[in-house]
């Protein structure tokens, strides 16, 4: 069964997958949680046998996510989790920094897991690191002395590995590298699992939702027991009375306008900006290619996700699909 409300969920631009925000209150799900550890360390691990821990250093630097166990050892390390735009040498030293951090506190070395949600910095750069024997979709890199093994998923390491009933591990770093605001754009919607991370998404602006309500309910609690303490003259009560209960109805519609409107307006900075990513995707398209000769999608896509572009998309097939898709509609309105 399909649930529509899910599918209809639109999500802020600021809180769309891949930001800071959504990913870790994401990765710190206790089932993400448990989907990662048994990724990264093997099934034979407890589950809920790790919690999460403070990422604030004694240097002041914070990192994104720690798991650790109830009893750290080398066979239970921590694990260390960033989900960092552009992987680069400077983002390489602060890894290393974070994983000494790691090592004073715990005296053990981390695995390491980063999601990398737009791109490497370079292709020379990227060539560093190679993808693992059993697991291809995770890249490894060189990590003696400061990390026991430092893993990488990106859009371009699991393009391959890309379908409905997908694994796990691939979903996640699916959902978190096409940064789409709504399930109903993503090509493979139909995955239990990405649809299990939107229903998180949607319970946590829930819980922002009902922030809200819990602030309006403490103000019109506030009016409601000033009326029932009163305790004067009926006519002078009756026009407290008045006053108090224009006084809630002012703090409800006050309310009320500001969800609307902040809805209303983070709907719009989405859809602007997610008509400005397709957009500047099509135009470098149609300015890679030359009129009426076949596309090269494979070079075309890489070329574009070393620009930045592309975000919505997690392979050169998708690309090419919503390319044409779009050219249908276009012809079709004309």
Request: hydrophobic share 35%.
């Amino acid at each position: 069964m399909v649930d529509n409300n899910e599918n209809n969920l639109y999500l802020p631009f600021e809180l769309r997958p891949g930001t800071d925000v959504t990913s870790k209150f994401i990765m710190n799900d206790k089932t993400v949680k448990n989907i990662i550890i048994h990724e990264l360390l093997g099934s034979n691990i407890s589950n809920n046998l790790y919690h999460s821990a403070s990422t604030e250093w004694s240097d002041g630097t914070k990192s994104d996510v720690l798991y650790v166990p109830t009893e750290v050892n080398n066979d239970q390390p921590p694990i260390l989790i960033e989900i960092q735009n552009s992987v680069d040498q400077a983002f390489m030293i602060r890894l290393i920094q974070y994983c000494t951090r790691v090592y004073e506190r715990f005296q053990v070395l981390p695995v390491v897991l980063v999601f990398v949600v737009v791109k490497f910095s370079s292709k020379e750069f990227e060539k560093k690191f190679v993808p693992k024997v059993n697991t291809p979709y995770l890249l490894e890199t060189s990590c003696e002395f400061w990390a026991q093994e430092v893993n990488f998923i990106s859009a371009k390491s699991i393009e391959n590995h890309i379908k409905v009933g997908m694994n796990q591990l691939v979903a996640l770093a699916y959902f978190t590298t096409c940064q789409s605001a709504s399930l109903s754009l993503l090509e493979y919607a139909g995955d239990s699992t990405i649809r299990f991370l939107y229903s998180i998404c949607k319970a946590n602006m829930k819980k922002k939702g009902d922030g809200e309500l819990v602030d309006i309910i403490d103000q019109s609690t506030e009016q409601i027991r000033k009326a029932i303490g009163l305790d004067e003259d009926p006519i002078l009560t009756a026009e407290k009375c008045k006053g108090f209960a224009k006084n809630l109805l002012e703090t409800i519609e006050v309310q009320k306008r500001k969800l609307v409107e902040m809805y209303e307006l983070n709907a719009e900075a989405s859809q602007k900006q997610q008509k400005k990513y397709i957009a500047e995707d099509f135009e470098f398209i149609e300015s890679s290619s030359e009129p009426d000769k076949p596309k090269k999608w494979k070079k075309i896509y890489d070329e574009g996700k070393a620009k930045g572009l592309f975000i919505s998309y997690t392979s050169s097939n998708s690309l090419k699909s919503s390319y044409h898709h779009s050219k249908k509609r276009e012809k079709a309105r004309k």
